[in-house]
């Protein structure tokens, strides 16, 4: 039995000490890992971490370029996010496959996601913070949402979807999740040696960056960081940080 962790303590440390060192990254689109938590991801990756990725869309909406089709922009996007996985040092991504802007907070999802955290086993999970107010795309809201009601109760109670258990499934209730794009954060890790791995996994995304190159996409990072620091953030944090809303789920 895994001894419960410190609500006070440093979460990703004490999950490092207690648990297996795995961690599943759970978003909506092929850039919002490496937007959110890109440069955490390549930390936990350097510290030893197994970092496996989970993409409930393939982004096949994101363009304003007529002339290219959904599936085609799919196709790309999914390269992208192979190659930017592969600049972090994470494991291959796995695409759900839904339509971009169609994703539904049902079974169907909660079930696909319960089946890869039983596959997967990891003991930290990322993901967005699907309960967020305000605006907010709603893929990012299902997907967030979705992790959530996977994990908890569902992958941890072997009276759903018992079928999965003739596949070798196990039930499986990670440590902790960490909420990125919250407007509430409480957990914050200092990326500045990591900006630069952070900024080349962007750049992967080509199609999605406008010709920002790696100066632009750095400036627009701290600016955003400055902003949230001028709406009461304290100013002790670290000057370059990717911040997320901690959650332990170990009884």
């Not at 001894?3 to 850039?31: M, N, W």
């Not at 393939?58 to 304003?64: L, R, V």
């Not at 291959?92 to 696909?112: I, N, Q, T, V, Y």
């Not at 992967?204 to 001028?230: N, T, W």
Request: charged share 30%; hydrophobic share 40%.
């Amino acid at each position: 039995m895994i001894e419960p962790l410190d609500p006070q303590g440093d979460l990703i440390s004490e999950v490092a000490t207690k648990a297996a060192k795995r961690a599943l990254c759970i978003f909506a689109h092929p850039d919002d890992l490496e937007f959110t938590c890109g440069a955490t991801v390549a930390k936990l990756a350097l510290d030893g971490w197994a970092i496996d990725i989970v993409i409930t869309t393939s982004g096949n909406k994101g363009t304003k370029d007529a002339k290219v089709t959904g599936q085609q922009l799919a196709g790309e996007r999914e390269q992208e996010s192979r190659a930017a996985a592969l600049i972090l040092k994470a494991n291959e991504p796995k695409f759900l496959g839904f339509p971009d802007g169609m994703l539904h907070a049902d079974d169907e999802l909660r079930e696909l996601l319960v089946r890869e955290i039983r596959r997967l086993r990891p003991e930290l999970v990322i993901t967005w913070d699907g309960f967020r107010p305000g605006f907010n795309h709603r893929d990012h809201r299902v997907t967030g949402i979705s992790a959530y009601d996977a994990i908890y109760p569902a992958a941890d109670d072997h009276l759903f979807h018992p079928d999965q258990k003739h596949e070798g499934l196990e039930p499986h209730r990670p440590s902790a999740m960490l909420l990125a794009g919250t407007d509430d954060p409480d957990y914050h890790i200092d990326i500045e040696p990591f900006m630069d791995i952070k900024i080349s996994a962007l750049l992967a995304h080509a199609s999605q960056m406008g010709g920002r190159d790696a100066e632009s996409l750095k400036r627009m990072y701290e600016e955003r960081i400055q902003a949230s620091m001028s709406a009461g953030e304290s100013a002790d944090l670290p000057k370059l940080r990717e911040s997320f809303k901690k959650v332990i789920l170990r009884r």
